[in-house]
């Protein structure tokens, strides 16, 4: 058991669980379209040319630099365009994508010798592979795997992330239950890796099959697997760190400042289907959910499938959905199913519209600062928020909201808070921009007045200068007109005398 | 924890709910008044609070369902004596919304508590009506008649006379010591309990935090107790500010409003405990007959203050 736990945090029942967590296994679609650009980072640029022929795991794309990552094609086919296309983002992004249709072959690429031996690597050749078979954060983060574990030195703890602890989830459940031996196995690549003599696995206690599964395992004294509450948030990287080490990392500091390294679950299957078997990331399980769809369930897919051929298997009805990617509470919505499933794609919410509930005015009956797990204030966050009283609002520290949602949730009025905050934190970020402008340009001003200052006294100087030396030349002149005036005075006197 | 509420209306629903048993030995020590009274506060806390959302041009059904103008008319009824005239109510409620919460623009956005804004307003314009209390019960005719003054009827000055606090206080102006008095009043201490068990149901449900009531109460305790050990014959013992006047009423429900209260939970507990300690002050030095009302009040000013000074510790620092 575990001995720390945080405060706030909430409990939500899943509504509409993945009922059957037997993975479906979904066909290589006709056409993959497989997105460049990864949730942070740069664009990995295309290595094919509209026409070639790929095959499935062959690298389309390379990474630049440390925050992109490779991509392979996910069937064999054509490459049929480079184009920018819609991406799943709220606000209706494009983003280059490499289209692929399909042969319908789904013939692989020849995978290179491999061995199963992971010893035989070097830590950095097993890093290099990892970062070969383009793995990527897989639990949302969407963090380059490679450049996560090779910014972290001296990890003391490696953290496996199970704890899935996003409602409605179930992906990384069923990939426990049926690939626990690979995780395991996983975990003791990464902790080679990484040289991390101690590894955690946490995994939420309402999940007994996968803990079962992975305690039947588990033959190595230095992967622990732990159970620790159900409460959400708990999942949340510095959450989950607070809860099995006691250690709070504030903002601002990150977890490899500590020595720790996390990785989500999914992503510890991927390291080690690259590591042992050569094999790039070219499929993951989806979970498909909410109350709109008759069945849930979780689905292995290629990625780059779209989401519509995905849905359609779990039965949505034919009312107007809500769709949300990623978690109920921190899933993005999304306006239609018109997309690619990309790496970070672990879950579709297809949800029945709801009505608004009404929104009505803060009372500030505190159940928000209750719930919330980093300790705010949201009442008060939404007061300076509201009145665009931004400064006042870093008082309260709006930086250190991770947007969990845990506030919105349990406020009785209704009010969207997570919104107000990020369009504080917006306004503060736009604030700074134009208060470093506008300091940049008092200082050029300052700068200008100084110079003409300095011209100006610098032209009296040398004019008064000037004056005082002419003046001197003229009091020369007449000392010399004097001494030439009495010169001849004396002469004359001379003369006469 | 889980989601508590779904609306704010349920919260003020289970408030008034809360309120029930207090009222009931109001009624039964006391008679029909406070019905009649609380009624009427209602009503026109409804009246007002809609004629203003219409002058503000805000949606009038939307905001009375919060049930918050309601909540401000009955706590007025409860807190102002159960015989007062109507128009006492009718102003003192009129001034509560108006300039307790509409100025300030509305619900949430009140720095003061407007039922006790109301109270004071009434207190200082209407000493006399407004110390003027029941002492017996007061059957429903009559109450209609002296509440209406429909016609003077005499019985009812048989009926009425300040309440045990201002009583005692007089009595000890007069040179009199707690020994030779009754501090203790039956009728009272019985609405007191009702509060207190009203407020007991409010902490089960979560309606309330702990910390307001418990610091309030500690607050009371400990200045009454100090009191009384310096001289124990000229101060109210503790036992009896606890059972006289509003305490409960005010621990559990004035002081608790969230809105005018702090909001965070060592703010909390200052706020709770500052109102304790005014109270017995103003009780005790103070020329008014209780000091709910004005100790409430003085601590609401400084609740930006406390809020400020008092935020909680966030993750990792
Ligand atoms: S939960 Fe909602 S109403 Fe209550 S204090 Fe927080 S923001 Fe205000
Ligand atoms: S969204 Fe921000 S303020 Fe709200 S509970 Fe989460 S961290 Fe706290």
């Given amino acids: 058991m575990v001995n720390y736990t945080f405060k706030g945090g909430i409990h939500i029942n899943s509504p509409h669980l993945a009922e059957k967590l037997v993975v479906k296994q979904v066909p290589p679609p006709e056409q993959a379209v497989l997105l460049l650009q990864q949730k942070v980072g740069g664009e990995a640029t295309p290595c094919v040319q509209i026409g070639d022929k790929v095959l499935t795991g062959q690298v389309i794309a390379k990474t630049l630099g440390r925050y992109s990552a490779n991509i392979h094609a996910s069937i064999s086919g054509v490459v049929s365009a480079i184009e920018k296309r819609l991406i799943p983002h709220p606000s209706g992004i494009n983003g280059i994508c490499i289209v692929i249709d399909s042969d319908g072959k789904d013939k692989w690429i020849e995978i290179g010798k491999y061995d199963q031996d992971f010893k035989n690597y070097t830590p950095d050749e097993v890093i290099q592979k990892i970062h070969e078979a383009g793995v990527i954060g897989m639990g949302g983060a969407g963090f380059p795997t490679y450049t996560k574990i090779s910014n972290v030195q001296d990890v003391n703890t490696l953290i496996v992330n199970a704890t899935e602890c996003e409602p409605g989830i179930m992906c990384d459940d069923s990939l426990m239950q049926e690939y626990s031996s690979d995780i395991i196995r996983g975990t003791e690549v990464l902790m080679y890796a990484c040289g991390s003599y101690n590894s955690i696995i946490a995994i939420e206690d309402d999940k007994q099959e996968a803990y079962q599964s992975l305690l039947m395992s588990n033959h190595n004294d230095n992967i622990s697997i732990v159970q620790i509450p159900v409460k959400y948030t708990s999942g949340a990287e510095k959450i989950l760190i607070k809860i099995l080490l006691g250690i709070e990392i504030p903002s601002g500091e990150f977890a490899s400042d500590h020595g720790v390294l996390c990785q989500n679950v999914a992503t510890v299957k991927a390291i080690y289907d690259a590591v042992i078997y050569n094999k790039p990331l070219v499929s993951r399980i989806v979970t498909v959910t909410g109350s709109a769809v008759k069945e849930p369930r979780n689905y292995e897919v290629r990625l780059g499938t779209s989401f519509a051929s995905v849905v359609m298997q779990s039965k949505p009805n034919s009312n107007p959905h809500n769709i949300r990617i990623g978690g109920m509470m921190m899933g993005v919505d999304v306006p239609s199913v018109q997309y690619p499933i990309c790496k970070i794609t672990n879950c579709i919410f297809v949800n029945n519209i709801k009505p608004k509930s009404s929104v009505q005015s803060c009372i500030r009956c505190g159940q928000c600062n209750k719930v919330c797990p980093v300790g705010l204030l949201p009442q008060q966050l939404f007061w300076y928020a509201k009145s665009e009283n931004i400064d006042r609002a870093m008082d309260y520290n709006l930086k250190d909201c991770f947007e969990c949602r845990c506030c919105d949730v349990v406020c009785p009025s209704h009010i969207p808070l997570v919104k107000y905050f990020s369009f504080a934190k917006a306004l503060h970020s736009k604030q700074t921009i134009e208060r470093q402008k506008t300091d940049m340009a008092r200082e050029r001003f300052e700068f200008k007045e100084y110079r003409i200052e300095r011209n100006k006294t610098e032209r009296t100087d040398m004019m008064a200068k000037k004056k005082e030396e002419l003046k001197n030349k003229m009091a020369e002149d007449k000392a010399q007109k004097d001494k030439i005036l009495q010169a001849i005075v004396r002469v004359e006197r001379s003369k006469k005398g | ?317």
Avoid: C
């Fill in chain 2, 1 to 317: 924890m889980i989601k508590m509420f779904d609306s704010t209306s349920q919260m003020m629903r289970q408030v008034i709910y809360a309120l029930i048993l207090g009222i009931g030995a109001t009624y039964f020590f006391l008679g029909w008044g406070i019905i009649m009274q609380i009624i009427l506060a209602m009503i026109v806390a409804i009246v007002v609070e809609s004629v203003f959302l219409k002058i503000r041009k805000l949606p009038i059904k939307h905001a009375i369902s919060d049930g918050s103008a309601a909540l401000t008319g009955i706590l007025l009824a409860i807190s102002i004596p159960s015989i007062a005239p109507w128009w006492i109510v009718v102003i003192g409620v009129s001034f509560a919304i108006i300039f307790g919460k509409q100025l300030y623009g509305g619900l949430g956005s009140n720095p003061f508590n407007p039922a006790m804004l109301g109270y004071a307003f009434l207190l200082i314009s209407y000493p006399l009506q407004m110390s003027t209390w029941a002492i017996e019960f007061v059957n429903f005719g009559q109450a209609f008649d002296v509440i209406f003054n429909i016609n003077h009827n005499p019985m009812i000055d048989a009926l009425s006379g300040a309440t045990r606090l201002d009583d005692v206080k007089n009595q000890l102006a007069l040179g009199k010591i707690m020994s030779e008095l009754n501090a203790y009043s039956v009728a009272q201490s019985w609405v007191n309990i009702g509060f207190l068990l009203g407020g007991l149901y409010l902490l089960a449900r979560r309606v309330i935090f702990w910390q307001i009531p418990t610091a309030f109460l500690s607050g009371i305790i400990l200045t009454a107790f100090l009191l009384s050990m310096v001289d124990s014959e000229n101060y109210l013992p503790v036992q009896n500010h606890l059972m006289l006047g509003g305490t409960m009423l005010g621990v559990f429900f004035i002081a608790t409003d969230p809105v005018s209260a702090s909001t965070t939970p060592k703010g909390r507990l200052i706020y709770g405990f500052l109102i304790g300690i005014l109270i017995v002050v103003i009780r005790t030095f103070g020329g008014y007959p209780d000091g709910i009302a004005f100790a409430i009040l003085l601590v609401n000013i400084t609740v930006p203050l406390i809020d400020y000074y008092t935020q909680p510790k966030v993750f990792g620092k």
